[in-house]
C-alpha cells in the first residue's frame, strides 16, 4: 500500500503558467480532499470529493478546479497562477466513516514567482 | 461554520517533562469530532489523537490525552515524557460529524513545539 501519493513535490511556476498537481490513493477511499496551508498557518479546503464524477468547493477554491474520473486519482489544477498561489499542497483521503482520520499524502511545494 | 483558535504560537518543553498545548474552537454543530495532528519537519500529517464530542471521556493514546471541556470549547492536548520525536507543530482541528462533513476540517494556525535534551 502506498498511501497516498503526490506528484511533482517542489515546483516553480511562473505568474500567469497553469499546472496540475496530481494525487493518487490505492485504499479505495471514495472521498478525497485538496487543502492548502499556507507559511505558518494551518491548513485550509480548497476542494473535495466524496465519489468518482462528485466535486464540490471547500473554503478557498478561487484559482482552482478539480476533477475526478476514478476513485483513485483527484487531479488540482490551477490556472493562470498567482503569488497569492504560493503555498504547500496536500492532498488527502478518508473511507467516509465518522472520525476517520484523514490519509495525507506528503504534499507540494509551490512557488509561484 | 467553525473557528479553531491556537494561541500559543510556540512551546518548549524539556525532555521526559509535560507539555499542555491550547486549542478553543467554536462551532454551529450539535456533533462534532476534533483531532489533533502533528507536522514534524518532514511535512508528513500524522494523526496524534481523536475525540467524539458527544463522548464525555477524555481521549488517551499513549503518553498523549486530551481535556476536553465542551462548555468552555477547549480541547487541550497533553503530552506526557515528552521526547526529542515530539518536536514538530502541532494542529488542532474540528470536523462536523454528518455525513457530507467526512474530512472537511477547520484547522487552527499551529503551535510550534520545541523539545530541549
Known amino acids: 500500500n502506498a498511501g497516498v501519493t503526490q506528484t511533482p513535490k517542489f515546483r516553480i511556476l511562473k505568474i500567469g503558467q497553469s499546472m496540475t498537481l496530481q494525487c493518487t490513493q490505492d485504499?479505495?477511499?471514495?472521498?478525497m480532499y485538496w487543502y492548502r496551508q499556507d507559511p505558518g498557518m494551518g491548513l485550509k479546503l480548497i476542494y473535495y470529493?466524496?465519489?468518482?464524477?462528485?466535486?464540490d468547493k471547500g473554503e478557498v477554491p478561487n484559482g482552482y478546479n478539480v476533477s475526478r474520473s476514478t476513485t483513485e486519482d483527484f487531479p488540482l489544477r490551477l490556472e493562470l497562477a498567482a503569488p497569492s498561489q504560493t503555498s504547500v499542497y496536500f492532498c488527502?483521503?478518508?473511507?467516509?466513516?465518522?472520525?476517520?482520520?484523514?490519509?495525507f499524502g506528503s504534499g507540494t511545494q509551490l512557488s509561484v514567482l | 461554520a467553525q473557528t479553531v483558535t491556537q494561541s500559543q504560537p510556540e512551546m518548549s518543553v524539556q525532555e521526559a517533562e509535560t507539555v499542555t498545548l491550547s486549542c478553543t474552537y467554536d462551532?454551529?454543530?450539535?456533533?462534532?469530532?476534533l483531532f489533533w495532528y502533528k507536522q514534524p519537519p518532514s511535512r508528513q500529517m500524522i494523526l496524534v489523537i481523536r475525540q467524539e464530542a458527544y463522548k464525555q471521556q477524555n481521549a488517551t493514546e499513549n503518553r498523549f490525552s486530551v481535556n476536553f471541556q465542551k462548555a468552555a470549547k477547549s480541547f487541550s492536548l497533553k503530552i506526557s515524557d515528552s521526547q526529542l520525536g515530539d518536536a514538530a507543530m502541532y494542529f488542532c482541528?474540528?470536523?462536523?460529524?454528518?455525513?457530507?462533513?467526512?474530512?472537511?476540517?477547520?484547522f487552527g494556525q499551529g503551535t510550534i513545539l520545541t523539545v530541549h535534551p
Open positions: 488527502a483521503s478518508t473511507p467516509g466513516r465518522g472520525n476517520e482520520k484523514l490519509f
Open positions: 462551532t454551529s454543530e450539535s456533533d462534532y469530532y
Open positions: 470529493s466524496v465519489g468518482a464524477g462528485i466535486t
Open positions: 485504499m479505495n477511499h471514495n472521498y
Open positions: 482541528a474540528c470536523q462536523p460529524a454528518g455525513g457530507t462533513s467526512y474530512g472537511k476540517l477547520t
